[in-house]
Antibody, heavy 116, light 108 residues
């Protein structure tokens, strides 16, 4: 069974750094693009970017380019989304997603709260 | 940047047909996918490649494409279909992808 399991909820202060994770299982992690999606409170879905863990080829939405970094560690089948300096406006739910073996699978989401 | 336009809300009585549209420049040349999201849950794919249905999705969900508009149709809408629906497609050469703004479907 294809599964994505994300790291737990985070509460951070503005200016702090953060790295959240998304661990894949049940498929060849290096063979499928994994994407990240933001959902701000009460708002719609926003595509942030994708990474191909096989060679770490990464694409970013213009809206998120330079604001976040997407990476992957294929040795542990885990993708990451990180911020170097969080802002209050980064408060949101973040999902990872993959379409592997003909199945579209999403992680359970990671809530990030940034507040002073 | 590429924009997919959806109506903010659609209402339908139980058992009736709901149609949710998604429009964008040259959308007829793209593959469009549809997600359903219920409160507190991750999105779920209900239609992919304009009109195909993933395994386990009820037959009442269907998709179609005509001209510059793609449509998600729910035939015989059920109360449990009340959710937010998002269209999703590639913005350009599969380098970037984009979601529509979402449509809140009310079944009452």
């Amino acid at each position: 069974e294809v599964q994505l399991v994300q790291s737990g909820a985070e509460v951070k202060k503005p200016g702090e750094s953060l790295k959240i994770s998304c661990k894949g299982s049940g498929y060849s992690f290096t063979s499928y693009w994994i994407g990240w999606v933001r959902q701000m409170p009460g708002k719609g879905l926003e595509w942030m970017g994708i990474i191909y863990p096989g060679d770490s080829d990464t694409r970013y939405s213009p809206s998120f380019q330079g604001q976040v970094t997407i990476s992957a560690d294929k040795s542990i089948s885990t993708a990451y989304l990180q911020w170097s300096s969080l802002k209050a406006s980064d408060t949101a739910m973040y999902y990872c997603a993959v379409n592997a073996l003909g199945v579209d699978v999403w992680g359970q989401g990671t809530t990030v709260t940034v507040s002073s | 940047s590429y924009v997919l336009a959806q109506p903010p809300s659609v209402s339908v009585a139980p058992g009736q047909t709901a149609s949710i549209t998604c429009g964008g420049i040259n959308i007829e040349t793209k593959s469009v996918h549809w997600y359903q999201q219920k409160p507190g849950q991750a999105p779920e794919l209900v239609v992919y490649d304009d009109s195909d249905r993933p395994s386990g999705i009820p037959e009442r969900f269907s998709g179609s494409s005509s001209g510059t508009t793609v449509t998600l149709t729910i035939s015989g809408a059920q109360v449990e279909d009340e959710a937010d629906y998002y269209c999703y497609s590639a913005a350009d050469n599969n380098q970037n992808w984009v979601f529509g703004g979402g449509t809140k479907l009310t079944v009452l």
